[in-house]
Structure formats: structure tokens, C-alpha cells
């Protein structure tokens, strides 16, 4: 399920909004918290060709499916 849309809400908080029209809210720090700190999280943005979620440039992202399965999941 890619994702559309991404908005920081605060820290590791984010609004979600999926391709079928799905909007959660979840907070990401268990997912990626080793590898962004809250400071970078506002350096968030949605890849539009892969639905995914990037950081700090591309050099770190969360790859659709696995980011979908976990906000489900919470």
C-alpha cells in the first residue's frame, strides 16, 4: 500500500494518509528511531514514485508495505 500524503505532527508523530484512502495517525519512534532523530523528523517527505517515506534526503526511508503494516498495527 503506498503512501500518498505525510504530515509531521509532532516529533515522531505523523499523520498518514494512504493510495486507498486510508488516514491514520501513528507515532513512528519504535519504527525509526535508531536512524532518525526527532530533530530529523521534519525532513520527512513522500517519494510519489514509490509511496515511500524519506529522511534526510533519501538517505533513509520506510518502505511502504512495511510502514502500512506497522500503523495498522498500532
Do not use: R
Request: hydrophobic share 35%; charged share 30%.
Amino acid at each position: 500500500m503506498k503512501l500518498k500524503e505525510a504530515q509531521n505532527i509532532s516529533g515522531y508523530k505523523f499523520l498518514f494518509i494512504f493510495e486507498n484512502g486510508e488516514k491514520k495517525e501513528a507515532n513512528i519512534e519504535p519504527l525509526i528511531s535508531q536512524y532518525i532523530s526527532k530533530d530529523e523528523t521534519n525532513t520527512a517527505h513522500v517519494d510519489e514514485e514509490w509511496g515511500c517515506l524519506e529522511f534526510k534526503n533519501g538517505s533513509v526511508d520506510i518502505e511502504p508495505k512495511t510502514l502500512y503494516t506497522f500503523v495498522k498495527s498500532v
